[in-house]
C-alpha cells in the first residue's frame, strides 16, 4: 500500500526544505513528506557552496533574483539568530584593479542603489584602511553581506520540520512522477508515495524531474563545477571582509573571490567550469548519461560559442593553479601557491535556453497539482525563504501578498 500526504516535496536541499517548512506554516495540520534520494540533507548545491548571504548587489533591478535575495537576506539572518546556525554579518568589498572595472563598478553601484543597498564607494587609500592586504583602483563595501553555516541551516529547517509531524524520507530516490486528477503519485526507490500536492526542487536534476513529470520545457541544467581551495589557519585573518572582484556582467557568475567560513577559515573560489559530472565532485570527474545530455545539448555548444574566452579562462583555472592564483592576486598581490591548499568544489545548475542563454532569473513552471523549481541558480540560498513563499503561493492557487 502506498503512502499518502497533503503535500510531497522532492529535493531535501535548502529551497525544498524552506518549502516544507512554509507549507506546514500554513497548513499546521497537513501531512507533509519531503523525498530525497540522499542519505541526509544539503548534500549537493546547497552542502557545496560559498555560504555567502548576499545582499543583492548584482541581479537586474525588479527581478525575482534582486527582490528574493533582499527579503532573503533579512530571513536568513533571522532565521541563523533564531536558531543558533553560525552566521556573521562580516560585510563584502567589490575590488576594480582597471579602469574597465572601474567603469563596471559604476554601473554596479547603480544597479545595487536602484535594488535598495545602501553602499559605500572607496578609493585607493580608501581601500587600504579597510583592507591593508587589498589592492585596487576603487571598491564598492556593501555593509550588509554576511556568511551562515547553510547545511547547519537545513539541519535546523528539518529538526522544525520534524518537530511539526512531517517526514523526511532520505534514501528515497524518485524514479517516476504521475499527475492523476486529485494526485500526484511518485514512484521512489522505495516505493510509491501520493501527494494530493507536489513541489519539485531537484537542483542539479530539475530538468529530468520536469520531464519524468510530463512538463514541457525546453530549458536543461547545464552544471558548472567550481573548485575552492582552503587558506592554512595561519593566513585566516589576511582579510577581514569577503573580497570578491568586479564579474563580467554577461555571465551568472561572481568570480574567484576570497570568502571567510562561518567556521573561522577563508577560502578562495570558486571557479565556474562545464562539468561532465552533474553530482560528482572528484576532480575531472565524468558520468556517461550526464555527459552525453551535457555534450547533445545545442544549447551548451551555443554558449560555449557565446563566451569563447570565458570559456577558455575557465579551463585554465581548472588545469592550473597557477592561472588561479594569478586571477586572485590582481586584487591580493600577497598570495602565494603555498596559500591554495585544494579544498572542495560546488557544482551550479545553471538553466540554459536552446540558443544557448543563460537564463538569469529564478525559474518556475506548474501542473493543476504541482509547482516545478526550475532554476535556482545563486542566490538561492539567500533567497531559499521569499522562493518558498512564493511557490507555496502558487501551489495553493493564491494571489501573490
Ligand atoms: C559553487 C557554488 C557556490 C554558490 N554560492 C552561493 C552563495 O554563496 N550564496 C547563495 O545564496 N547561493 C550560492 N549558491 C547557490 C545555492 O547553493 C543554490 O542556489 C541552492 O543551494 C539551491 O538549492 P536547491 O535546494 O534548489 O538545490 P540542491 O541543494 O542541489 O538540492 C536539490 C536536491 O534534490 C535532490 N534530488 C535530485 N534529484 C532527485 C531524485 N530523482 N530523487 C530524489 N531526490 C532528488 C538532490 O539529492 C538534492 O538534495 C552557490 C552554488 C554553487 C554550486
Redesign the pocket.
Known amino acids: 500500500m502506498s503512502r499518502a500526504f497533503d503535500f510531497l516535496v522532492?529535493?531535501?536541499?535548502?529551497?525544498?526544505?524552506a518549502t516544507a517548512a512554509e507549507l506546514q506554516r500554513r497548513n499546521p495540520r497537513a501531512r507533509v513528506a519531503v523525498?530525497?534520494?540522499?542519505a541526509a540533507?544539503?548534500?549537493?548545491?546547497?552542502?557545496?557552496?560559498?555560504?555567502?548571504?548576499?545582499a543583492g548587489v548584482y541581479y537586474a533591478p525588479d527581478s525575482l533574483k534582486a527582490r528574493y535575495?533582499r527579503a532573503?537576506l533579512r530571513a536568513t539572518f533571522e532565521f541563523c539568530a533564531a536558531h543558533d546556525v553560525p552566521h556573521r554579518r562580516c560585510g563584502k568589498l567589490i575590488v576594480a584593479t582597471d579602469a574597465r572595472d572601474e567603469a563596471r563598478l559604476r554601473d554596479l553601484a547603480a544597479r545595487a542603489a536602484h535594488n535598495g543597498l545602501t553602499l559605500e564607494w572607496l578609493d585607493r587609500a580608501g581601500i587600504a584602511a579597510r583592507e591593508p592586504r587589498v589592492r585596487g583602483v576603487a571598491a564598492l563595501y556593501v555593509a550588509e553581506t554576511g556568511i551562515a553555516d547553510?547545511p547547519a541551516l537545513c539541519a535546523a529547517l528539518a529538526n522544525d520540520i520534524r518537530a511539526r509531524d512531517g517526514e523526511l524520507l532520505l534514501g528515497?530516490?524518485?524514479?517516476a512522477i504521475q499527475e492523476r486528477a486529485d494526485e500526484a503519485v511518485v514512484e521512489?526507490s522505495q516505493g510509491a508515495l501520493r501527494g494530493a500536492r507536489l513541489v519539485v526542487?531537484?537542483?542539479?536534476?530539475?530538468d529530468?524531474?520536469a520531464r519524468?513529470a510530463g512538463l514541457e520545457t525546453s530549458l536543461a541544467i547545464v552544471p558548472?563545477?567550481?573548485d575552492?581551495f582552503r587558506l592554512p589557519a595561519a593566513r585566516s585573518a589576511l582579510v577581514s571582509t569577503l573580497i570578491y572582484p568586479v564579474p563580467d556582467p554577461a555571465l551568472p557568475f561572481l568570480g574567484v573571490h576570497l570568502?571567510l567560513t562561518a567556521d573561522g577559515g577563508l577560502t578562495l573560489?570558486?571557479s565556474a567550469m562545464l562539468a561532465l559530472a552533474r553530482?560528482i565532485y572528484r576532480p575531472w570527474a565524468w558520468q556517461a548519461r550526464d555527459a552525453v545530455d551535457a555534450l547533445r545539448y545545442a544549447g551548451t555548444w551555443r554558449l560555449l560559442a557565446r563566451y569563447p574566452r570565458a570559456g577558455i579562462a575557465e579551463l585554465l583555472h581548472a588545469a592550473s593553479r597557477r592561472a588561479y592564483l594569478t586571477a586572485a592576486r590582481r586584487y591580493c598581490p600577497e598570495l602565494v601557491l603555498d596559500d591554495l591548499a585544494t579544498w572542495s568544489?560546488?557544482?551550479?545548475?545553471q538553466a540554459v535556453s536552446p540558443a544557448g542563454e543563460l537564463i538569469h532569473d529564478f525559474a518556475f513552471a506548474g501542473t493543476a497539482r504541482s509547482v516545478h523549481?526550475l532554476n535556482?541558480?545563486?542566490?538561492?540560498?539567500?533567497?531559499?525563504f521569499p522562493i518558498a513563499e512564493a511557490v507555496v503561493t502558487r501551489l495553493l492557487g493564491e494571489a501573490p501578498a
Open positions: 522532492i529535493g531535501a536541499g535548502i529551497v525544498g526544505l523525498i530525497d534520494k540522499e540533507v544539503a548534500q549537493h548545491q546547497t552542502g557545496h557552496n560559498s555560504g555567502v548571504i548576499h535575495c532573503g547553510y528515497h530516490e524518485v524514479l521512489t526542487c531537484g537542483g542539479l536534476q530539475a529530468r524531474l519524468l558548472f563545477r567550481g575552492y570568502t573560489g570558486p553530482e568544489c560546488g557544482i551550479r545548475a523549481v535556482a541558480p545563486s542566490p538561492a540560498a539567500t533567497a531559499a
